[in-house]
């Protein structure tokens, strides 16, 4: 199975900043998930997309957050508005079969 | 809601058993994990256990699970400098539901 290379691997953004993190390529998997993980805490769910809707999503993920799959393999996380506590480690999943996850390398955003 | 709690520290010798623990309180969980993050890379499946097992074995773990009491503990015996790295306990329902990890434990192997 292909690795899940998420892209860029650092992000430094400005405060009230649009961020897109990026997890490429995606195979023909269904199921797709964000996560992220602030320094020193726990790995937190962010949100969960299904046949290309999402199927659930955490209370952290508010109207702020969105995601897409846009051309069928890309599968990105944006964020609008970024705020000071958006800083973490950014995690993009696939679940290959019923039960664990293939993860990415995640993408560190830092909001000064 | 559904918690995962770990110990965030272990400290062990070249060559000892290594323990780490969890415990987990959602009582429908189906599947429970261990992951591996080694720096800079993502988490990585290490092993994992139905909830209708007690044990599982795989060369140098092996993966105890008391439902009663919702412990899960991993042990790695032999332990070796390249088991150094942060390991996560988890628990999920059935495929397509979301994971919820613990904070992991830093697991530190002296030589």
């Known amino acids: 199975e292909p690795e899940v290379t998420q892209t860029p691997s650092h992000q430094v953004t400005q405060m009230g900043q649009e961020v897109i993190l990026r997890c490429v390529p995606i195979s023909n998997h269904l199921y797709f998930y964000w996560y992220r993980q602030i320094l020193g805490q726990k790995v937190e769910f962010l949100v969960s997309f299904y046949n290309n809707e999402i199927s659930e999503k955490s209370e952290i993920f508010d109207d702020q957050f969105s995601v897409e799959r846009p051309d069928g393999s890309n599968f990105t996380l944006k964020i609008r508005s970024t705020k000071l506590e958006d800083s973490a480690m950014y995690f993009c999943?696939?679940?290959?079969?019923?039960?664990?996850?293939?993860f990415g390398s995640g993408t560190r955003l830092t909001v000064v | 809601g559904e918690d995962v709690e770990q110990s965030l520290f272990l400290s062990v010798r070249e060559g000892d058993s290594s323990v780490i623990n969890c415990t987990y309180t959602d009582s429908s969980s189906t599947y429970l994990y261990w992951y591996k993050q080694e720096p800079g890379a993502g988490l990585q499946l290490l092993t994992y256990i139905f909830s209708n097992m007690d044990m599982k074995q795989d060369q140098r773990l092996t993966v105890l699970l008391n439902k009663k009491d919702k412990h899960l503990s991993l042990r790695i015996a032999d332990t070796q400098t390249g088991d150094s790295a942060i390991y996560f306990c988890a628990e999920s329902r059935t495929g397509g539901f979301k994971t919820i990890f613990g904070a992991g434990t830093r697991l530190f192997v002296k030589a």
């Open positions: 999943a696939r679940q290959d079969r019923d039960y664990g996850y293939t």
